[in-house]
Structures are given as C-alpha cells and as structure tokens.
C-alpha cells in the first residue's frame, strides 16, 4: 500500500462511515479499483483507521460523554444486541460476507427504504427530541437489535441504526446523533477485533511503513470524517433522506454492473 492509496481509503472511510450509505460497499469499491482489495495488510488498514472516525465523535460531542452515567448505559444497552448475535450466528454471517452481491441487494434495498421514510416523515408532523430526555433504555435495546441488520453487508450500521431511532419516535437529528454515539463502542470494539485477528492469524508485528500507513489513515479519517457528521447533520435538516436512498441504489446498480463483468472476481466481502 502507497501513501496515496492509503490517503484515498481513508477519505472514503472518513465520507462514509457515519452516513447511511454502507462503508464497506464504498471501501470494495476503492480498494479493488485501486488493485489492493486482497492484501492482508489492507484489509487490517480498512478497518483499524475507523478509530481515527471515532475520535471525530468524542471530540464533536465530548460535551455529551460527560453528563451522566445513564448515557453510557443506554450504549451499552444497545451496544450489547451485535455481540450476542455476532458470537452466536458467526459463521452464518461469514456465508454473508463472501457474497458481493448480497453487498448490492441491500445497499438498493436500503435507498428504496429511505426515499419511502423521507416521504413518510415529510407527511408527519413529528416533535423534536434529544437522546438524554428520549432515548429510554428499552428504546436503546431496540436500536441495538436493528444496529444487528447491519451484520448484513451493505446495509450500512449508521443507516440501520438511524432507521432504528426513527422507528422508535425519535427525530431524525436524535436519531442521527445516536446513531454517531452508538458507533463508537461498536467500532473500537471491532477495531480491536480486527487488530487480534490480525495478530493471531500470523500478521506478526507491524513495520515502520504499516506504523506510517497506519498513523495517516487515522488522521485523514479523522478529520473527513469530522466534516462528514457536520455535513450530515446540517444535510439532513435540510433535505431528508431522500438523496441518501438514491444514492445508495446508484451505487448497488453500479456494483451488479460492474460484478456482471467479472470486476470483483476473487474480492471477498469478509475481507472489509
């Protein structure tokens, strides 16, 4: 992996990581135009510089992380669905990740999704609500539970998690912003994860080019992803989700594209 490529990756993760638009679709396509998809390092790489797009959460909403113990309880609460799920049907969802069509599927079926909640909540006059009055613990427990559709590659964590929050009474701002919140014990936990793996499985220790590779990844998601929650945010005040889901479908259509031609022959979705 070049400096470039890294810069490149780490772009996209930053874009996309927190909008509901499936980072693991976005990094196949990156990583396979780019010629690496298959690289062990590489693979460790597209998942290790989401710590990089956690630290953008602590340090936009660090003022949130300090107000009460129940916060913290509500992300565990919703946090703790995807592991037990994630332990128990693992090799169920490893089938799932060999299979870059299913990535297409759920990726157009996603954008169907959200240009159907767009016209429904421009039909609703909902109130606003904020994740420390709103979010009860039994409201956490079930964005958890539709934070484990996301194992389902290209459905997207953020677009499952924010649909969860809007299925639940909550604004799509709060729902949003939960969504953000709830990202970062899911992501550090799968960050460590991947680096154990990575270890175990032989990866060894890391040269001072993976060390670099690494330490830019991190920065350049964290700062892109940064622009990319302040984006959102103001976006999605302003427009709905109605883009999102278009998008979303434009990106699935142009994965079956180019999977018809043999473009991603020998890329495992597991891999990301």
Sequence with gaps: MTLLEAIVLAIIEGLTEFLPV???GHMIIGSSAMGIASEPFVKLFTVAIQFGAILSVLVLYWRRFFQSIGFYIKLLVAF???VFFGLLFKKQID???ENIVVVAIALIVGGIIFILLD????????RETSVEQDVTLPRALRIGFFQVISMIPGVSRSAATIFGGLANGLSPTTAAEFSFFLAVPTMFAA??????????????????HDMMMLG????VAFLVAMAAIKYFIQF???????WFGWYRIVVGVAILILWKFGYFDGVSVGDF
Excluded: E
């Design 22 to 24: 499936s980072s693991t």
């Design 80 to 82: 703790l669905p995807a």
């Design 95 to 97: 089938a799932l990740l």
């Design 119 to 126: 016209n429904f909540f421009k039909r609703q006059q909902m």
């Design 191 to 208: 960050t460590c994860k991947s680096l154990w793996d990575f270890i175990k499985d032989g990866g060894g220790t890391f040269s001072s």
């Design 216 to 219: 830019v990844g991190n920065v």
């Design 236 to 242: 999605l005040t302003k427009h709905g989700f109605k």
